[in-house]
């Protein structure tokens, strides 16, 4: 065995100037004991996104320009003692190393044991090189790192379980270890104390492999004795040698922090903090809120749960470097290069330590990979915290102008200081989401070179006491855990209080404990004594009439659904704490009466907080109907959200009842309407009988016509029976003949089967879809011109109502439709929805279909309106020499509602809706046949979808092929198509139904085939 492979496997070299060395010289030659290469790519990796997804919001161009004007240097790898050369600290701090490749590589996620000891989940698979080859083989590790002589640096690193593929998480439980391997939960036994798995046995799943930005980790041990996770709807608990899973509530993205009362926080990649101002599982008690709340958008902050607490300012970071190797490009860097906002935040970190300064306690800090930096952040109190950055512009808490510096996980030590996880790799982004603008960086600065580092820093306060021997709360006895209880430090007293737990063996000592303790240690020993099953309603009072509002809010939470408790509960429904009166109400919820019922509306009375409706909304499934009627003067709000939980329970007797109080009062009609407003079925809700109020309101001219418009959107989500007439006028359908009325009804059903999905069946329209039909000039006006429309399509800029609109609509003249079917669909529209145009025969339809029986183009409004100079964008293309004719993406016009000309890419994408089109004009002196060469990438997902190619009279389609990616761009042979001489139109589109994008398309080339 060489001195690498022994200091791999179980390091003991003393001191840290010969790691120092031995690393400078590894650098030196660019590789630190590497992995042998296996090729194995995970089954679970989603499809690579292609580069064109992000047109529109990366902003590569702007990039690009930027590069030129600013000086990048370069990035090579560095020692640990050139690493930290590089940092820049606040003033009053240093950066001590504490751990570094070999004996530690990529890590990404670390805890410490009872015993001080550091264990690290290490991420060797991760972006390998840019096609990220070997993430699916089994070369990473968790290894345990030791500073046996305590001089800070970690001589002595173990392998306690190698052969893992990308783990990401792991949790001390009782006899063993918890490792999470996506999908796998693994429990793994050390029998014989050399901190070495001897037994791996699969306990639970968490998970998915394949995509390592998006999948579950955490297993953070929490004040409520259950282990939480990000990116998971669930939480786990282990009892008895049997781990739990229970549902909760899935937030954030990388990582798991708590603060002293509990409260889960988290993060996302560009969001550095996240969090709950109550506890997540309170939304799942009352599943109709729980879908309202699933339905919502992704800033849940009236909700109270994965609410964004770094808004503004708190979210700007300030590099002391240029970082131009950010996806989005130019979106994200100023002009002088430097990354604007946070973009690749992992492991936020609550510091509840005691080495820092007392201003530092409760801020929390936030390692920036993109940017290289550690944030810092300070919260507000309150029920409902925000943060603001704690140092001024221009300044960090900890930066770094190295750029493999990629710091991935923070947490506070035993002894206080601020530990990070450095995997100090140069390609950050995941293969899934790479870009050509950052493959052309990480080739010209080599950032693929070297795998397989890794660094694991201290950050201490330099005129601050520090303790270099950790404590060892195994050794100690359980009476000495409970007095580690009020420790100043949170590590000391979470790490006492799962100790305990597991134990099980002082219940007598924590219940006298409680009794004289206070603060932080009286918390942790109630939620002590409710792990292990023991908590009684002596120590329940005592936490009911304590001083310190914290402890009451805990007693409040922990004596929930406690009968004997309910009235000294009540009682605190004045209390001076916010907190204390927002976890009361969540806590009367649980008993379901209706005294509980009249103290939540008491509660209501006396707050004016609004996230006391939400909390009382968690406690009323079921009653959210007699609530909603009982309530009479809440908040709009509350009563809004009330009526939306009615709608979700799905019960309609109770949803009929609802709609039955629409003229109660002007305020209950507007909560209503909002409610019907906001909810999502997955399909119409059927109602045993006729909504005649809402219909009533739908056709009140007197009305606001906002309240009009909902209450015709709220009429297309609902059936009943006799529905199919909902939208038309009963006294002008009186005034037409039989006849029309039976086509007026057929054309209802077709236009619901058609036409609906866009233009939505209360003829509104869909924004940045499909015009509205109500009140349309193009539906009321020619019934030829309307019927050129749905025949042969439309696509280009078109005036309705006064609002230009760019779209494109298919035609349907060979789609099977009869002329009846036609002009029932005409017919319907130009009665529906308050319009009085009359119904089109089918003969009508018959002689515009015979007129243009030769016309394959779709029309466009100028057309239409036989205006020519409306119709003259675009760029004419002629023949080239050899008579072929070059249509690039670049020469082309598009239409619809996404698609567009990607000047970075020199593509037309993203091609994702059969709306969109491109069109070209060209010119040829003579009618002919020409090939069509179409220059497009596309994906195995994109392959088998098909395009059209249409001229004036003529139109090719073809398939699209497997170029290998949407990196590789081939010419596709996609037939033959006939031009007519003179100027025209050529028009590519989707056809038929899209398997994600149709492909990313260069251009066009036509070559003629033969004379005319």
Known sequence: MNALTHFCSNSSLRGSRATYLLAGLLALVGSVVPVAAQGIVPDGRPRVRPPSALSGWADWEEGEKLLERIDIPEAPILSPEQAKASFTLAPGYRIELVAHEPAVQKPIFFEFDPEGRM???????????????????????????????????????????????????????????????????????????????????KVGEMGFPGNPQHTANGLRYGLDNWLHCADSPSRYRWRDGVLE??????????????????????????????????????????????????????????????????????????????????????????????????????????????????????????????GHLLGRLVMENGIKPTVSRYYPAEQEFLQSTDERFRPVNARVGPDGALYIADMYHGIIEHVIFMVPWLEKQINERKLAEGDDFGRMWRIVAEDRPLSRVPPNLNAMTSPELVAMLGHANGWQRLTAQRLLVERADATAELRAYVQRAHGLGKVHALWSLDGMGALDNASRRSALRDADPVVREMGV??????????????????????????????????????????????????????????????GLGGQELETFLEWQDQKPGLSAMLALCVLYEGDETRVDQLLGHLDDSDARREAILNALTWVQWEAPFRLPVRPTALLSLSRDETLPEGQRNRALEALQKLEWPGAERRFLDEDQLAAITDEQRELIRHGEEKFNQICAACHQGHGRGLEGVAPPLAGSEWVTGSEERAARIVLNGLYGEIEVAGTTWNLAMPGFANGGFSDEDFAGILSYIRQAWGNRAPPVDPATIASVRAASVDRVMPWRAGELLENDEAETAGVLIEPATDGSLLLPASKSTVFGRKLAYREALDVLAPWRFVEDVAEWKVSVANAGSYRVLVTLAADQVSAGNQFAVVASHDTLIGTVPDTGSYTTFAEHDAGVLKLTAGESRIVMQPHGKLRRELADVRGLKLVPVDAP
């Open 119 to 201: 264990w690290v989940v290490e991420y060797q698979g991760y972006m390998r090189d840019l096609a990220g080859t070997d993430e699916g083989a089994p070369i990473c590790r968790v290894v345990v790192l030791e500073d046996k002589d305590h001089d800070g640096y970690a001589e002595t690193s173990t392998v306690f379980q190698d052969g893992l593929v990308m783990p990401r998480s792991l949790t001390f439980v009782k006899g063993g270890v918890l490792i999470q391997e996506p999908p796998h939960i693994w429990f793994c036994e050390d029998l014989d104390g050399d901190l070495k798995a001897d037994r791996k046995t």
């Open 245 to 370: 899973e229970a549902p909760t509530v899935k937030r954030g993205q990388f990582g798991v922090t708590f603060d002293d009362k509990g409260r889960f926080f988290t993060c996302y990649q560009d969001q550095p903090l996240y969090g709950d101002y109550l506890p997540a599982e309170y939304l799942l008690r009352n599943p109709h809120f729980q879908t309202l709340y699933d339905n919502a958008a992704k800033d849940k902050s009236r909700f109270g749960v994965n609410a964004d607490l770094a808004p503004g300012d708190a979210n700007l970071v300030y590099p002391n470097r240029v970082t131009p190797a950010i996806t989005l490009g130019a979106l994200e860097l100023r002009d002088d290069g430097r990354l604007e906002t946070y973009t690749i935040v992992a492991g936020t970190c609550y510091y509840d330590g005691t080495q820092f300064p007392d201003d530092a306690y409760g801020n929390f800090f936030v390692p920036e990979s993109g």
């Open 557 to 618: 939470r922990l004596s929930e659904g406690v009968a004997a408790l309910f009235a000294e509960v009540a009682d605190l429904v004045a209390d001076t704490s916010p907190a204390v009166r927002l976890q009361l109400m969540l806590s009367l919820g649980s008993y379901g009466t209706p005294a509980a019922r009249a103290a939540m509306q008491r509660l209501l009375e006396i707050d004016a907080e609004p996230l006391l409706g939400t909390a009382a909304l968690t």
